[in-house]
C-alpha cells in the first residue's frame, strides 16, 4: 500500500510534466473532532478545531493547499527572473461566510519584491506567472470548476 506510483498531467507553462502522485492519503482519528492526516510517502498533518491547539482546521488546510500550489506552479517563472534565491510569501486570507460554513472567496496575494524591474518587465512576469498559475495550479483549476463531490461512503474496516 505504500508503493509510489504516478501519472503525467498535462505541461506546465515551462513545458516541463508535473508528475500527479497517486499515493494513498488517509486521516486517522485521534480524539474528539483531532485527526492526523497521512501520505503514504510518509507526510503527516495533524488537523482538528481551532481549540485543539497546534493543529490545522481542515479550511485553514484548503487555504494553505491553494497558496503552495500558487508558488510551486509559479515558481520557474520567478526563479527565472528573479534568481533562485527569491523569496516570497503567499497568503490567502479571505473570511469565512460563517453563516453558509464556505469560503466564498480564495484570493492568493503574493509578497514578492519586484523592485529590480520596470514597468514593462515586471507586467510581462506577472502574466506570465499567471498563466503558469492558471495551467498548472491543480488546487486552483479543481476549486474554480466546481469538483464534484459524492456522498461519503461508509465501509467496514478490513482485517490487517
Do not use: H
Amino acid at each position: 500500500m505504500t508503493e509510489q506510483t504516478t501519472t503525467s498531467i498535462s505541461t506546465s507553462a515551462e513545458g516541463t510534466a508535473t508528475p500527479s502522485p497517486t499515493d494513498p492519503l488517509w486521516v486517522e482519528r485521534n480524539g474528539t473532532r483531532t485527526y492526523t492526516g497521512f501520505s503514504a510517502r510518509g507526510a503527516r498533518v495533524e488537523i482538528g478545531p481551532v481549540e485543539a491547539g497546534a493543529v490545522f482546521t481542515p479550511g485553514e488546510l484548503l487555504k494553505v493547499a491553494l497558496a503552495a500550489c500558487a508558488g510551486m506552479s509559479s515558481d520557474k517563472a520567478f526563479s527565472r527572473r528573479l534568481g533562485d534565491d527569491y523569496r516570497t510569501t503567499i497568503r490567502v486570507e479571505d473570511p469565512k461566510d460563517v453563516a453558509e460554513d464556505r469560503y466564498p472567496v480564495l484570493t492568493e496575494k503574493f509578497e514578492i519584491d519586484l523592485s529590480t524591474l520596470d514597468d514593462e518587465d515586471r507586467a510581462k512576469l506577472l502574466t506570465i506567472a499567471q498563466r503558469s498559475i492558471d495551467k498548472a495550479c491543480t488546487v486552483g483549476r479543481t476549486l474554480k470548476a466546481g469538483a464534484q463531490i459524492p456522498d461519503a461512503q461508509f465501509e467496514q474496516p478490513t482485517e490487517g
